[in-house]
């Protein structure tokens, strides 16, 4: 039994937790109860572990808290979607722990994973239980009780492995929709997979990807024998202080907390980076001065110089637009129309990405860095986009301010609010406030047979949203772009657009518009290609 490791066996120990959950990543994907086909989590937990992998391979015989490093600041850059922040939250933890180590012991191990949960834990504003969270904070507390019993590396980690798979079995009880499906939460699978990888590398038996292993995965349903003939086929302060002095920095965070909102608060061994949004600035800065001195301080359009320790170490960084202007915006979306929608509206730059392929955090510094802005707006336009956004602000000199968009439509909708020669706290108030003003529905396909609030999915049936809730399923698309035009007119909306997506021709595209016009006569109704893939239609009622 392995009483410690190294910097090269960590190496190899992650690694193999990525080939595990690149094998497996369908897997996970069919774990998802919600049949949409956005970017699933095998998907996005595999491309944020790779990104750690493929650099670790160019590291020949890395030290320990070196290779820690490499991987935590790989993953964050590669993080996409929920689960793949948190992926990358628990290494960044690892990693804290370990700086400095030659080797880890079981003790160390242990405190490392706690480490990573804490991270985790840090970053979500609303922890949900059940979910990767439950799996990863069950699995260190057992770490850390094995620890006091054996120090030997491999005994604690064994001891981690048991209790995830205990705790990932009763995800299904604490999450009703889990439990209606009878199925474990997705992250936590993943995690228990990289777990159980790691625990093979170390005992010489590395997971590897067989040859000629594709990868690909599951996108789309075959319409092949389904009728087409209708179709063929979303007051801001900021400061940075070197830490002087051994102060709980989530004293400042409560603080923060009950002054303002939009806080986000990083913390490592030299500096605390705040950013909140608050109408007594005077306030914040006079509580953080207790931590140490101010780095650099931004309210409103001032900008100081940020210090280096913002921009952490990227070696292929790209060039950094000088700002010429105070505001700038970028946007999520996939289609050459809605792209052109944003366009117009004045954003700055699109990510392309959405429901088939979340956006990397590095896909989104990229894009935020181009912009020749102070400030840069970023309108994710997709649940599982948002965290991946947020972590964009600690790697940039620019400012970036996260405007929790949903949908596409929301995004739409926030950019006619967006005035670029208004002041900042103006424009995030403005913006949010118009995510809450529009509705959103959404036509698309089931990916997979489902059991889901209610409706016996099959695949290939044509699936309704209403906001972020299921709204019906049928095997006649008319049959729900009718029942949504009954609920839009029974809302008594105003203004109805009709985005259509790639797969469907013109004259399908407007026989949908009339459905809308002929049910919801008081409402001005407009068609525009989106382009979208997956979603056949996007439709914003205002």
């Known amino acids: 039994m392995r009483q410690t490791i190294n910097g090269a066996d960590l190496r190899r120990l992650i690694i193999s937790a990525a080939a595990s959950i690149e094998i497996n990543k369908q897997a996970l994907n069919d774990l998802n109860v919600f049949p949409v086909p956005d970017g699933d989590t095998g ?207 989530e004293k400042l965070r409560d603080f923060l907390s009950s002054l303002g909102d939009s806080l986000v608060l990083v913390d490592d061994e030299e500096i605390i980076k705040v950013h909140v949004h608050t109408n007594d600035p005077g306030k914040a800065l006079h509580e953080a001065m207790d931590y140490g001195s101010f780095v650099t301080v931004k309210i409103e359009n001032m900008r100081l110089q940020h210090t280096e320790k913002v921009v952490t170490e990227k070696e292929k960084a790209p060039k950094i637009a000088e700002p010429v202007k105070p505001l700038g915006v970028v946007s999520v979306c996939a289609g050459d129309g809605l792209a052109d929608v944003f366009r117009n509206l004045g954003v700055d730059g699109i990510i392309s990405g959405g429901q088939t392929m979340n956006p990397s955090t590095q896909d989104i510094l990229e894009a935020v860095n181009k912009v020749p802005a102070e400030t840069v707006f970023v309108l994710p336009n997709n649940k599982n986009i948002i965290m991946a956004a947020q972590q964009v602000d600690a790697l940039t000199p620019k400012h970036v301010v996260v405007i929790p968009s949903k949908t596409v439509p929301q995004g739409i909708t926030a950019m006619l609010s967006f005035n670029p020669e208004g002041e900042e706290n103006e424009n995030v108030e403005a913006l949010t406030e118009a995510l809450g003003t529009v509705d959103t529905m959404q036509i698309t396909y089931a990916a997979r047979n489902s059991d889901f609030d209610g409706y016996d999915i099959h695949e290939g049936d044509y699936l309704a949203l209403y906001g972020s809730a299921l709204f019906g399923t049928s095997r006649d698309i008319k049959v729900l772009l009718k029942s949504l035009a009954e609920k839009v007119r029974d809302g008594e909306k105003e203004y109805v657009t009709i985005y259509y997506g790639a797969d469907v021709k013109e004259k399908h595209a407007q026989k949908a518009a009339d459905i809308f016009a002929e049910i919801c006569p008081d409402a001005d109704v407009n068609l525009i290609c989106g382009g979208q893939p997956v979603y056949y239609y996007l439709i914003s009622a205002e």
Not at 73 to 82: E, K, T
Not at 142 to 150: D, G, I, L
Not at 171 to 199: H, I, Q, S, Y
């Open 43 to 249: 998907t996005n937990m595999s491309m944020t572990i790779n990104a750690a992998a493929a650099d670790l391979r160019k590291a020949e015989d890395p030290e320990l808290g070196k290779a820690a490093k490499i991987a935590a600041s790989a993953m964050l850059r590669g993080a996409r979607g929920n689960s793949g922040v948190i992926l990358s939250l628990l290494f960044r933890g690892i990693s804290k722990k370990l700086k400095g180590a030659e080797i880890c012991d079981g003790v160390l191990w242990a405190d490392a994973l706690q480490e990573g949960v804490d991270a985790a834990y840090k970053a979500v504003m609303k922890p949900a239980e059940g979910t990767i969270l439950t799996v990863a904070r069950l699995a260190a507390a057992k770490a850390q009780q094995a620890a006091q019993e054996n120090n030997y590396f491999e005994f604690v980690h064994e001891a981690a492995i048991a209790e995830a798979k205990v705790a990932l079995a009763e995800t299904t009880n604490m999450n009703p929709v889990l439990k209606k499906a009878g199925v474990v939460d997705a992250g936590g699978k993943g995690w228990l997979f990289a777990l159980e990888a790691m625990l093979l590398a170390l005992r010489g038996e590395d997971v590897v990807v067989p040859e000629g292993f594709s990868g690909d995965v599951k996108e789309a349903a075959d319409f092949a024998d389904f009728d087409t003939d209708e179709i063929t086929f979303t007051y801001c302060t900021e400061f940075i202080i070197s830490r002087e002095n051994d102060l709980d920095p």
